[in-house]
Nanobody
Framework: QVQLVESGGGQVQPGGSLELSCRAS????????MNWYRRAPGKERELVAF????????IYGDSAEGRFTVSRNNAENTVYLRVDSLKPEDTDVYLC??????????WGQGTQVTVSS
């Protein structure tokens, strides 16, 4: 059974930092590209960050603005998203997504990040 379980969200003050985690199971994690998306109510999902299976290559969406860092630990089947200098407009649900070597796509349920004072 495939599972992607995000954690690490919560409420944080502007200027703060968070590290989100997404733990995967049920598929070959190390050969799967992983993505982080964000979703605001009533809006389309927006790509935040992409990382290859070996972790050697990353791509960031426009909203990352140099404040987001994606990484992974294949030994622990986990992908991370660190967000620094948080702004109120970063408030969203953040979801992880896997694209396997056979192009199967899986989604997590998401974790809410709320930036407010």
């Amino acid at each position: 059974q495939v599972q992607l379980v995000e954690s690490g969200g919560g409420q944080v003050q502007p200027g703060g930092s968070l590290e989100l985690s997404c733990r995967a199971s049920g598929f070959t994690f190390s050969s799967s590209a992983m993505n982080w998306y964000r979703r605001a109510p009533g809006k389309e999902r927006e790509l935040v960050a992409f990382i290859t299976g070996d972790g050697h290559h990353t791509i960031y969406g426009d909203s990352a603005e140099g404040r987001f860092t994606v990484s992974r630990n294949n030994a622990e089947n986990t992908v991370y998203l660190r967000v620094d200098s948080l702004k109120p407009e970063d408030t969203d649900v953040y979801l992880c997504n896997a694209v396997t070597a056979r192009n199967r796509i899986y989604w997590g349920q998401g974790t809410q990040v709320t930036v407010s004072s």
